[in-house]
């Protein structure tokens, strides 16, 4: 609920200062005849119209799970991030072809010391109301806030290139409106398609985040049962909701009652500490009293290893009463893992014939 109030407010105060800018810059672009300048004020209109919509999706965000959506609503922030995104491009586009227009149709502007002035202001407020923005994003992970926060900041910068243009034509008589409009729309949609890719990225799924996701495996691994956590895989169901799978090597002496015993422990760990919802934890076997076991796995750890997409090893089993081994292999996304399948499974069946193996490829899904 912190989060939410936090995100709707900045917006709120992101939207009366983008719409008092824009009105002041509408006129200022009006009254001077200023195609910069009225772009610039349209720009200022995109990005409360950006701060509405990053309202709405936070509000929207924030319900509570229900039967229909049993992990939550947080997903809708990011399709609220993606039309943020689609108004910034269609404003940059638009302001594109009137730039054009104008560098083929040119109208001088005629600029007063009280626009110049309205416009450093706009400059100020725009590098403040930007850091702000920014500040309160990284706060509470909101990428739309960031998103906000980083445009508020370069939009600054190209309201102080109007201001030069401005400065130029009354001290030269060159005009520069134009252009400068063709630069502000070209970094307009730049920054729009930026921030399509991001949010689709999010929308399609990342890969699992390295910070997070070693954070886990140093919680799993301070439990001294634990000989290895592997497979981790963390699910983002919107910003700061995760839910995750992991594999825990253990070994092959702990009963089932100690093993419940400890996954329930982790999950409450791991969710205290991180904010992750572990919703599956799979158990691999550790041989633990079978020399022969253990020179088996020598070999063929040194075997995968040689290869250059064989990333790890883990999961090692052994029965060599029932002569039956077990092992995963994380490969790289540099071959096909059928491929990566058929060599080990015929390499190691080789060096073990009268043995049944079970080899699984594992995605290299996180770091």
């Given at each position: 609920m912190d989060r939410e109030k936090t995100i709707v407010r900045t917006s709120?105060?992101?939207?009366?200062?983008?719409?008092?800018?824009?009105?002041?810059?509408?006129?200022?672009?009006?009254?001077?005849?200023?195609?910069?300048?009225?772009?610039?004020?349209?720009?200022?209109?995109?990005?409360?119209?950006?701060?509405?919509?990053?309202?709405?999706?936070?509000?929207?965000?924030?319900?509570?799970?229900?039967?229909?959506?049993?992990?939550?609503?947080?997903?809708?922030?990011?399709?609220?991030?993606?039309?943020?995104?689609?108004?910034?491009?269609?404003?940059?586009?638009t302001a594109l072809v009137e730039s054009v227009k104008k560098i083929i149709h040119p109208e001088a502007a005629d600029y007063g010391m009280v626009s110049l002035i309205i416009i450093a202001v706009a400059i100020i407020v725009k590098l403040i109301l930007g850091r702000y923005v920014k500040k309160q994003g990284e706060k509470v992970n909101s990428g739309a806030l960031i998103a906000s926060g980083k445009d508020a900041s370069f939009d600054a910068i190209l309201s102080a290139s109007v201001l030069a243009s401005a400065i130029v034509y009354l001290i030269w008589g060159?005009?520069?409106?134009?252009?400068?409009?063709?630069?502000?729309?070209?970094?307009?949609?730049?920054?729009?398609?930026?921030?399509?890719?991001?949010?689709l990225n999010d929308i399609i799924g990342q890969r699992g985040d390295a910070e997070i996701g070693s954070q886990i495996r140093k919680l799993l691994n301070e439990e001294p049962e634990i000989r290895g956590a592997y497979d981790l895989n963390l699910f983002n169901?919107?910003?700061?909701?995760?839910?995750?799978?992991?594999?825990?090597?253990?070994?092959?002496?702990?009963?089932?009652?100690?093993?419940?015993?400890?996954?329930?422990?982790?999950?409450?760990?791991?969710?205290?500490?991180?904010?992750?919802?572990?919703?599956?934890?799979?158990?691999?076997?550790?041989?633990?009293?079978?020399?022969?076991a253990a020179a088996i796995r020598s070999t063929i750890q040194k075997t995968v290893m040689e290869h250059d997409w064989a990333m790890q090893l883990h999961g090692f089993y052994a029965d060599t009463v029932k002569k039956t081994i077990r092992f995963d292999v994380v490969v790289s996304f540099e071959i096909d893992h059928e491929?990566?399948?058929?060599?080990?499974?015929?390499?190691?069946?080789?060096?073990?014939?009268?043995?049944?193996?079970?080899?699984?490829?594992?995605?290299?899904?996180?770091?």
């Open positions: 709120i105060i992101g939207i009366i200062m983008n719409v008092l800018l824009a009105a002041f810059k509408a006129a200022v672009g009006l009254i001077s005849n200023s195609i910069a300048v009225t772009l610039d004020a349209v720009n200022n209109l995109s990005d409360a119209l950006s701060s509405v919509i990053t309202i709405i999706g936070a509000k929207l965000g924030a319900k509570k799970p229900d039967k229909k959506h049993p992990h939550g609503y947080g997903r809708i922030e990011y399709l609220s991030s993606m039309i943020v995104a689609a108004i910034v491009l269609y404003a940059g586009i060159i005009s520069l409106e134009a252009y400068v409009g063709v630069v502000i729309s070209i970094v307009i949609i730049k920054a729009g398609i930026e921030m399509m890719i991001e949010t169901y919107g910003p700061d909701k995760f839910y995750g799978t992991v594999h825990m090597e253990l070994p092959d002496t702990m009963t089932v009652d100690q093993v419940d015993v400890l996954t329930r422990k982790l999950q409450l760990k791991v969710y205290q500490e991180t904010g992750v919802i572990l919703t599956g934890i799979s158990v691999y076997s550790f041989n633990t009293k079978n020399d022969e491929e990566a399948l058929g060599i080990l499974q015929k390499e190691v069946q080789a060096l073990y014939p009268d043995y049944e193996l079970q080899i699984v490829i594992d995605v290299d899904a996180a770091d």
